[in-house]
């Protein structure tokens, strides 16, 4: 017999999955639920901790449990695909925002990340990506200027890889990502919603051109209820 307190996750995990509860409602307090379970405080708990590891709901200190939201954007591991590509599928209505655009000196983070000597002249591009009204993705682009001599907020507002592509002929092959998980920064803060969210997913993308060039340094800080990462993968038989 399972314990009493998965069977608890469990029942109120349905309940949310088939809509009886709403994303962004407040779930039952934790001394209603145990008269509503029977069960002890510690019971209850427990299961309002697994329901919040699997993305259920977000506890908020002195607010409870809120329910989230269960819809999730598949975004692409493998693959290098730019937002406006993917903006059909994310969701009604979509903006991207630029909140800065300038040509800058690359300091030492920006030249280990670009392999790139000092005074080297970068274009930072911060773009925040709001969907269905909700700021959830900051986009921190980094590219050479010798590669990409101008960059305008018009385009950084379309879709950077339209114009390097399309207009300046460049050819993008492959890219090196990695995916990790970190407390928001104050910029996270500042610019994402991100009330009674304590981490953020970060995919950091090193992109390469078709002669092994490496063109851009790109940081991409998402919101972890609204993303789920996908892949495909085979395994090779010798």
């Not at 029977?38 to 993305?55: D, M």
């Not at 999730?72 to 599928?89: N, R």
């Amino acid at each position: 017999m399972q314990n009493k307190y998965i069977q608890i996750y469990k029942q109120i995990a349905e309940e949310i999955s088939e809509g009886h509860y709403k994303p962004k409602e407040k779930l039952a307090s934790e001394h209603e639920l145990m008269n509503a379970y029977k069960t002890s405080r510690e019971t209850i708990r427990k299961a309002l901790n697994l329901l919040a590891q699997n993305g259920y709901i977000q506890k908020i200190q002195g607010k409870g449990s809120i329910v989230l939201d269960r819809q999730k954007f598949d975004f692409p591991v493998s693959g290098l695909v730019s937002f406006k590509e993917l903006a059909g599928s994310l969701g009604d209505k979509h903006q991207t925002h630029v909140e800065e655009l300038a040509v800058i000196d690359a300091d030492d983070y920006l030249m280990y990340q670009l392999q790139t000597p000092p005074e080297t002249k970068i274009w930072k591009a911060l773009r925040v990506r709001e969907i269905d009204g909700e700021r959830i993705i900051l986009d921190k682009d980094y590219f050479l200027q010798s590669n990409v001599p101008e960059l305008t907020k018009e385009i950084c507002e379309v879709s950077i890889y339209d114009y390097l592509e399309n207009d300046l002929g460049l050819t993008i092959s492959f890219a090196k990502k990695e995916i990790t998980v970190e407390e928001p920064s104050s910029e996270d803060r500042r610019l994402l919603h991100l009330e009674g969210f304590s981490n953020i997913v970060v995919v950091k993308n090193y992109v390469y051109l078709e002669d092994a060039t490496l063109l851009q340094y790109t940081e991409s800080r998402h919101r972890p209820d609204k993303f789920k990462f996908v892949d495909f993968a085979r395994r090779s038989h010798k």
